[in-house]
């Protein structure tokens, strides 16, 4: 109690003295200095290729209708893994390719955003239109090509009389929109446990030799009944495709980036050649120019 009385007399004194000070000066300006100075130069950062990507990919998807979703980035065996169709023994399970910070019950860092969207179908019903971006990790080594922490947007459409031309329909707009061009895309058989069928989309370019060559950019493929089951959607009466964007690789093609580390050391230098919108970089910039 003294200590704080003594702390409110030293403070009520030095109000008072700066009270009196104030009153004593006879123009602002000669306690203030020049008011109509210019104040000092404050840098503005400029936004990271992966900020800058990410919200031109849910710019694209908001043009249909497609509302963003987001969710824990530590999570649940169930929601990472089971009801996605992952059986027990399924790799992504390990030690090598996940990281675990509990067991018995498994309490992880999500493997990827598809965990967002067994979280809002339980909570919504459809039709469902929702795209899920975010941080994911995964137990891999750190090279040009490869990090443990990486950034997805995935993608779900669950309705009625959906179909896979939809899906095709929407991801080659796209692709289309975000790459400012007409590209060749195409679509080849691949296997994912929370989609059946499902499809791995690849883009077509020119090579260095002239021939037509291709690169896999994303995944995706109908919802698996398995999937709609667990979350009480009756898969008789609806369907839907679900889709995954990595973020960063399409960030690479855009700005031609050829290491992805460069996206996680800081440099100030670096980042501040992205402080544009990626609808103003120069064609010769992009990295799909060939």
Known sequence: GQALNNLKKSAE?????????????????????????????????????????????????????FTVSEGPEIEDDWHNFTALNLSEHHPARDMQDTFFIEQNPDILLRTHTSSVQVR????NKPPIRTISPGRVFRNEDISARSHCIFHQIEGLLVDD?????????ILHNFLNVFFERDLQVR???????????????????????????????????????????YVKIDSKKFQGFAFGIGIDRLAMLKYGINDLRAFFETDYRWLSHFGFDPLDVPTNYIGLSK
């Open 187 to 229: 679509f080849r058989p691949s296997y994912f446990p929370f989609t059946e069928p499902s499809i791995e989309v690849d883009i077509g370019y020119q090579g260095e030799d002239g021939e037509q060559k291709w690169l896999e950019v994303l995944g995706c493929g109908m919802v698996h009944p398995n999937v709609l089951k």
């Open 161 to 169: 009389n959906i179909s896979f031309a939809d899906l095709k329909g």
């Open 13 to 65: 004194i030095k109000v008072t003295d700066l009270t009196a000070t104030l009153e004593g000066v006879a123009s602002e300006k000669s306690f203030y200095g020049d008011l109509t100075r210019p104040s000092e130069p404050i840098e503005l950062g400029s936004r990271h290729p992966i900020s800058l990507v990410k919200n031109q990919i849910i710019e694209v998807f908001n043009r249909i209708g």
């Open 120 to 123: 809002y179908m339980e909570e």
